[in-house]
């Protein structure tokens, strides 16, 4: 088995709703995004999936976020932009990005933070 990650940031503000603390406010992060799938094997020229596709890919799902208000953009709109529902986000819309392609995403990473962060895994 082959696992195959890009890494990529965007720089936006967020502020969570109902959240008693200084997260309520607005406030500005760069996220960093990591991506990693999987894949069973490799192609006639010995690659799993193509790093520069990947990166195409997860660039143009988080391109809207980037110098925005989260709260502004959806789904996020209708949910709290955390780093959960961002992770959650990212890995649905290039889920359909990566229709057809013989790989399997294991997991999406979202840091706020060099000290923190979250990864969504799907079931």
């Known amino acids: 088995m082959y696992q195959?990650?890009?890494e990529q940031h965007f720089d936006a503000a967020h502020f969570l709703r109902g959240y008693r603390g200084k997260c309520e406010a607005l406030h500005g992060h760069r996220f960093r995004v990591v991506v990693r799938i999987e894949s069973s094997g490799v192609d006639d020229i010995g690659i799993a999936y193509d790093f520069r596709e990947l990166k195409q890919h997860l660039a143009d799902v988080i391109s809207r976020f980037d110098h925005t208000?989260?709260?502004d953009v959806p789904p996020f709109d209708q949910i709290n932009p955390s780093s959960e529902n961002i992770a959650t986000t990212?890995?649905?819309e290039l889920k359909l990005k990566l229709a057809g392609a013989q790989v399997s995403i294991v997991c999406v990473e979202v840091w706020e933070s060099p000290q923190t962060g979250v990864?969504?895994?799907?079931d």
């Open 4 to 6: 195959v990650s890009v």
């Open 69 to 71: 208000c989260l709260n």
């Open 90 to 92: 990212i890995y649905k």
């Open 119 to 122: 990864i969504y895994t799907p």
